[in-house]
């Protein structure tokens, strides 16, 4: 019923940036809040920023706030992440994922849809 592929992913040097894309298709229009989380090997999945699909506000953790930019075209029904000034502890593989819900964003069971993940590389 819906898909999401994320892209963009890659091996970048610490410092420098990436933007990941979540494209979506499908039955979607149920889906109010999408989000990016990530999970490195060993560690549980973690969040790392959401957007309201419509109004566009925006939430996220403390570990990239100020680096990276969740954003979204809703023509295109495309999610965004740009992340600048990348750090190794930023490498995990990244899930995009929509939620029916509008509350508990950070939390990763409130989401229903996700993505296959694309990995990001943070080289020191």
């Known amino acids: 019923q819906v898909q999401l592929v994320e892209s963009g992913g890659g091996l970048v040097q610490a410092g420098g940036s990436l933007r990941l894309s979540c494209a979506a298709s499908?039955?979607?229009?149920?889906?109010?809040?999408r989000g990016w989380f990530r999970q490195a090997p060993g560690k549980e999945r973690e969040f790392v920023a959401a957007i309201k699909w419509i109004g566009g506000s925006t939430y996220y953790s403390d570990s990239v706030k100020g680096r990276f930019t969740i954003s979204r075209d809703n023509a295109k029904n495309t999610l965004y992440l740009q992340m600048n000034s990348l750090k190794p502890e930023d490498t995990a593989v990244y899930y995009c994922?929509?939620?029916?819900?509008?509350?508990?964003?950070?939390?990763?069971?409130?989401?229903?849809?996700w993505g296959q993940g694309t990995q990001v590389t943070v080289s020191s």
């Open positions: 499908g039955r979607t229009f149920s889906d109010f809040m």
């Open positions: 994922a929509a939620s029916r819900g509008l509350g508990l964003v950070t939390t990763a069971s409130q989401y229903n849809n």
